[in-house]
């Protein structure tokens, strides 16, 4: 298929563009097969390059034959255009239509972007599982690497190589794949040095109503447990939820079946009422209305501040049993791909502090989001504000990163990253020149040939031009565990995501610049000190007043 | 002291508010602290808790580990103690119950505190705010505006200051007649002056308008401050109650300016509501906030019910509406409610800050301050329940305004020389009853009780710790580019404020404060600065020219800085909390510079 085709009129001259706390642009409107381009043909005047990919809907207005268009975008920034001409604006409309709702990855664009700098540090060499092993096996020798699942025959959303107890054999993986969810049987998430616990996770067992049970699911997981020790499983999903679940030939682990663990049921939603959530909550955030009661009652209405509530409770709660009861933990949902991945992830940035550096925190995500199947091409394809009905859409990663930026407020000089990290990687997930996160799995992103056709997000980000703007001046390693409140005094709206357009953030960009500053400074003059101390240092040893260097 | 029955009580057990963790210490009973003090002797912390702070006491009924006492601050402190032998119990109680009601203004604690200053230091702290000076930095007097002694002997109005400005063009008996015409004589005066388009904001109380009286002297009145600003036609009259309210007080003989009588003016009414509204409101929100493992439903719709967010944005509103008036506009603007001391404070206060830099720096804040709260007669003594109090008097009027304040910091950053430390601290002082400041209801009544001579000022005391409340990304030149600031009046921009509400719930706060370490950076900074010159002055006397900053090889700048991890039981995450024994936690780190530091 061409673009061309798709394109009714590539190019408009007369057009206004208004977006939130900026000044309005006339200029020219051109349409390519990616991008919508609106430029001053003016210097010094910015230009604005969306992609197509990004936008989530439009609305379409006239006023005589003035026609407007309201472009949404899955960032959650809405700008408008206003078209001379009738005509003009169908076209527009309809080609943004048309190209914004592209079916075929294959078409999408990382597959068209070529890099303008050089890969110095190829993203996709970064995070191989291999590495990640011999980390491990310097700490322990009873874990090993299996390739069971090498033709993702096995478990179609798992990688190829997955880290399982040393004693459990392949052919005991595969039956209890059989009995998981999706194939999805226990593998290592986490393994805490501190104490040897591990955290693993998995799918919902397949019980059934009759209540099913494999030995080789009980011996793998018991296989985790030091002699004479329980663990706990903890489930995302109510006891309700995961009784209902027995009907559908899923459930949950039984007492009986397994008797060394504990179970624990959390509440975390499910994806279509997360979708939900977020669009009730981006609704809510851009009322205009100015009553205190109506926006403090939609809020709450949107329930978004209760799941980031409890999905990081249901963190803390893992990460509790690990660093303080000094035991392991199984954690699952039902599918394995998005509540799972929530806890697993969150529990180790607290108890991990390798997770809270730039690399480690890209390690992190590879292994707990991309590697550990999260469909992010499902969940992403649409964002707040989409017309139709939602199939698997869900803010699941970008309620992970929500909580992720609660800690980082809590323990603002722990992290290596600074919240601009967090936000650049929201809008990754949405749309992109890199292809980091399309596909739902490692076996779709090797059909697609991912790593040979298109770049990396991980080679852009990773040089240290772009770097610069991720650190966050305060980060000084911190070697705790860090635990945070979720009170929710303590938790607060991001509103560097979800008010982002709707408030001139000039003073707060500028407070930080000017603590950034103050910092910088420090070290200037410490350098500045040091050098002096030498300079003294030595012309006291030289012991010749007299004589200059 | 009398009162005292016993003084020590040992094996007390301390409740945390919101988790299952307590501690064991001894309580002492001073004649002007409860203090606790933690047995173990590695952490040993320990609370001091002054008489005046406290709130209410309450003795729960009697369980197998003991009698539990709950004591309610009015910084929102809420200390649970378990006192193992009843008898104990009761003396405590009954002595708090008597020591935390003083009779007579000699018994607080302003009048026996001594911080070891000689007289003269004394009389210095009293001088540091004069308040002619502050109106001569306005321009005022001026060709329009004249200092009047019509109330030099506190006889038109006595709950006004001795020095008031009025416009030139109002006689004596123009004042005498309006002043006979609004509640309480609280006739209209300058309180602020926009020297830029010499427009003026003055305050009053309500007319005394009934349905139809009126009066020629206030109409006069009114006019005179009309003509003293040539920059426009009109002036505004705000009515800073809802018109409800309003319209239920001319059944009174009260009520608000008629239009008709009035030329030239515009009345307007801005909707906030009346002190016991707020004091419910105030109560509802704490009720909310104190409760154990809220849920984040719970939290809203209680933020929500409580209306507090919404009265704080009501007076946000009107003081915007203040500021564009006079700013934009050029208009003199009056503003008044029923008395003219809460919600008129409130709203020149905030007005003004938003009008003029000064008041955002550390000294200017305390002016204001002095202006616009305590000359002009808000009732600290009533509304901060300091002394035999009168429950439907006490209002948080003031913390109100406190609040705006920090609300207006959280959008813009660099506008103030002060963080929210010093907001939270002048908090504290407000109900300590420490210092003179804020005793009595008026600057007569303070005369009477002669705090100048017989107490201390508590700004020479902020100010000798100033550092600790400095804003380290505070811009003097933000002042140039936003000499009026412009804050969004949309609800999502207004939040609660934690870190006044849960001073004392160290659970509830980030732990690690991003204020302290930039702070530390800062002090760093000129202390390194210093070094940098004493060792140029070294080098040159080797005869060395130095080089400028910049130019060398990064050297390491670590420092060894102690970093927290907090507890995972303190935080109640669910199912495990009290299965397991808690253990010993690494410290958390003290984030309150606020806390007062009392000296006995």
Redesign the interface.
């Known amino acids: 298929m061409e673009f061309a085709e798709l394109i009714k009129t590539p190019r408009v001259d007369g057009v206004v563009l208004h977006r939130p706390f900026m000044p309005t642009v006339e200029g020219t409107l051109c349409l390519t097969g990616h991008h919508l381009i609106l430029s001053s043909r003016q210097d010094n005047t910015e230009e604005l390059w969306l992609l197509h990919a990004n936008i989530d809907s439009i609305e379409k207005r006239f006023v005589g034959s003035l026609g407007t268009i309201i472009v949404k975008c899955k960032d959650l920034r809405v700008i408008q255009l206003d078209i001379p001409g009738m005509e003009e604006c169908l076209n527009i409309a309809s080609s943004i239509e048309a190209l914004s709702t592209l079916d075929s990855v294959s078409l999408m664009y990382p597959f068209f972007y070529r890099p303008l700098f050089e890969v110095i540090e190829d993203g996709w060499q970064l995070f191989v599982p291999e590495e990640a092993f011999k980390d491990l096996e310097s700490m322990t020798d009873e874990w090993r690497l299996s390739e069971v699942n090498k033709d993702f025959s096995v478990c179609p959303s798992y990688p190829s190589l997955l880290t399982v107890p040393k004693d459990i054999d392949d052919e005991s993986l595969c039956k209890a794949a059989s009995f998981r969810h999706g194939g999805r049987f226990p593998v290592l998430s986490y393994y805490h040095k501190k104490n040897g616990m591990v955290m693993m996770r998995a799918a919902q067992p397949l019980t059934g109503t009759n209540g099913r049970r494999c030995k080789e699911d009980e011996k793998l997981i018991n296989a985790t447990l030091c002699a004479g020790k329980r663990g706990y499983i903890i489930d995302t999903r109510t006891i309700a939820v995961a009784q209902q679940a027995k009907a559908r030939g899923g459930g949950f682990e039984q007492e009986a079946n397994y008797p060394q663990w504990r179970r624990?049921h959390k509440a975390i939603e499910r994806s279509n009422v997360l979708q939900e959530s977020l669009i009730k909550l981006v609704e809510?955030?851009n009322d205009?209305?100015?009553?205190?009661?109506?926006?403090?009652?939609k809020?709450?209405a949107s329930?978004w501040?209760?799941n980031?509530?409890e999905i990081l409770?249901t963190a803390?709660?893992a990460?509790?049993?690990i660093?303080?009861?000094g035991a392991s933990v199984l954690v699952h949902g039902t599918e394995g791909t998005d509540s799972t991945l929530q806890v697993t992830s969150l529990a180790q940035i607290i108890l991990d502090p390798s997770c809270r550096t730039i690399r480690g925190f890209e390690a992190l995500i590879e292994r707990e989001w991309l590697q550990a199947g999260h469909p992010f091409q499902q969940r992403c394809a649409q964002s707040a504000y989409s017309n139709g009905k939602p199939r698997s859409e869900a803010p699941v990663f970008l309620l992970f990163l929500d909580c992720v930026w609660q800690i980082l407020?809590?323990?603002?000089?722990?992290f290596q990253f600074n919240e601009n990290f967090l936000i650049m990687l929201f809008e990754h997930t949405y749309a992109s020149q890199f292809s980091t996160f399309l596909g739902n799995s490692v076996a779709e992103r090797v059909k697609l040939l991912l790593s040979q056709k298109t770049v990396s997000l991980w080679s852009w980000v990773n040089r240290p031009q772009e770097l610069e703007r991720f650190l966050n001046p305060?980060y000084?390693p911190?070697?705790?565990?860090?635990?945070?409140?979720?009170?929710?005094?303590?938790?607060?709206?991001w509103e560097g995501v979800f008010?982002r357009w709707?408030?001139?953030t000039k003073?707060?960009d500028?407070?930080y610049q000017?603590?950034v500053h103050?910092?910088e400074?420090?070290?200037?003059?410490?350098?500045?000190?040091?050098?002096?101390?030498r300079?003294?240092a030595q012309?006291e040893t030289e012991d010749s007043?007299?004589?200059?260097? | 002291m009398e009162h005292i029955r016993t003084p020590k009580v040992e094996q007390v057990k301390l409740l945390d508010r919101f988790s299952n963790k307590s501690v064991i210490g001894t309580l002492h009973l001073t004649a002007t602290h409860l203090i606790f003090v933690e047995s173990n002797s590695t952490s040993a912390q320990e609370i001091w808790i002054l008489h005046h702070h406290i709130a209410s006491v309450e003795k729960l009924s009697l369980t197998t580990s003991g009698c539990p006492l709950l004591i309610q601050c009015r910084n929102f402190r809420l200390v649970h103690f378990v006192i193992p032998r009843e008898r104990d119990c009761h003396d405590i109680y009954s002595s708090l119950l008597r020591l935390l009601r003083p009779v007579s203004y000699d018994e607080l604690y302003a009048f026996s505190y001594n911080p070891k200053q000689n007289d003269q230091q004394r009389e210095e702290g009293w001088q540091l705010i004069d308040l002619a000076a502050e109106f001569e930095r306005m321009g005022v007097p001026c060709d329009q505006w004249q200092l009047t002694d019509v109330n030099r002997e506190y006889k038109v109005c006595e709950t006004y200051p001795r020095d008031l400005y009025v416009p030139i063009t109002a006689s004596k008996p123009i004042i005498v007649g309006s002043s006979k015409f609004r509640s309480k004589g609280r006739f209209p005066v300058l309180t602020y002056f926009y020297q830029e388009k010499k427009a003026a904001v003055c305050r009053c109380s309500q007319p005394l308008s009934g349905f139809s009286a009126r009066c020629l002297e206030d109409e006069h009145m009114l006019q005179a401050i009309s003509k003293s600003n040539h920059n426009s036609r009109y002036i505004y009259v705000m009515d800073t109650r809802p018109k409800l309210n309003a319209l239920a007080n001319r059944a009174a003989g009260k009520g608000y300016e008629n239009e008709d009588n009035y030329s030239n003016i515009r009345f307007q009414f801005v909707g906030i509501e009346n002190i016991h509204v707020m004091r419910g409101s105030l109560q509802k929100l704490l009720e909310v906030v104190g409760t154990r493992s809220l849920s984040m439903t719970d939290y809203l719709v209680g933020l929500e019910n409580s209306g507090w967010l919404r009265h704080i944005k009501a007076i946000m509103d009107a003081a915007i509406f203040l500021a564009k008036a006079v700013t934009v506009e050029g208009a003199s603007v009056l503003v008044h409610c029923s008395d003219g001391w809460d919600r008129t404070a409130q709203v020149c206060a905030l007005g003004s800050l938003l009008m003029d830099p000064y008041y955002r720096t550390i000294k200017g804040f305390m002016v204001l301050i002095e202006k616009d709260w305590i000359s002009f007669g808000h009732k600290f003594a009533d509304r901060c329940d300091q002394l035999d109090p009168d429950p439907k008097e006490v209002s948080p009027i003031f913390t109100q305004f406190l609040e705006c304040v920090w609300q207006l910091t959280e959008q813009f950053p660099q506008a103030f020389e002060f963080s929210e430390w010093f907001l939270i601290q002048i908090h504290e002082h407000v109900h300590s009853c420490q210092f003179g400041n804020f005793l009595g209801n008026s600057q007569r009544q303070r005369e009477v009780l002669q705090l100048k001579e017989r107490t201390y000022s508590l700004w020479a005391h902020l100010l000798s710790e100033k550092q600790n409340y400095l804003n380290p990304v505070y811009s003097p030149s933000f002042a140039e580019s936003h000499p009026v600031l412009e804050p969004s009046t949309q609800a999502c921009h207004f939040k609660f404020w934690r870190n006044m509400y849960h001073q004392y719930d160290r659970s509830m706060h980030p732990r690690q404060s991003i204020l302290k370490q930039v702070l530390t950076f800062k002090e760093s900074n000129r202390e390194l600065e210093g070094t940098v010159q004493a060792l140029k002055t070294k080098l040159q006397k080797f005869g060395v020219s130095t080089s400028p900053l910049k130019e060398d090889a990064p050297a390491s700048t670590d420092g060894e800085r102690t970093v927290e991890g907090s507890s995972a039981t303190e935080n109640g995450y669910g199912e495990l909390t009290g299965s397991f024994g808690s253990k010993n936690e690494p410290a958390v780190v003290t984030l309150e510079f606020g806390v007062a530091r009392m000296t006995c």
């Open positions: 624990i809510s955030c205009q209305s100015h009553s205190m009661d109506r926006w403090l009652s809020l709450e329930n501040q209760s980031v509530k409770t803390c709660l990460a509790q049993c660093d303080r009861e407020r809590q323990f603002p000089c722990s305060l000084e911190n070697n705790l565990v860090i635990w945070p409140s979720v009170a929710p005094q303590s938790l607060q709206l008010l709707n408030r001139s003073c707060l500028e407070a000017e603590m103050i910092i400074y420090n070290k200037e003059l410490q350098n500045k000190v040091n050098s002096l101390r300079q003294l012309l007043p007299l004589q200059t260097p």
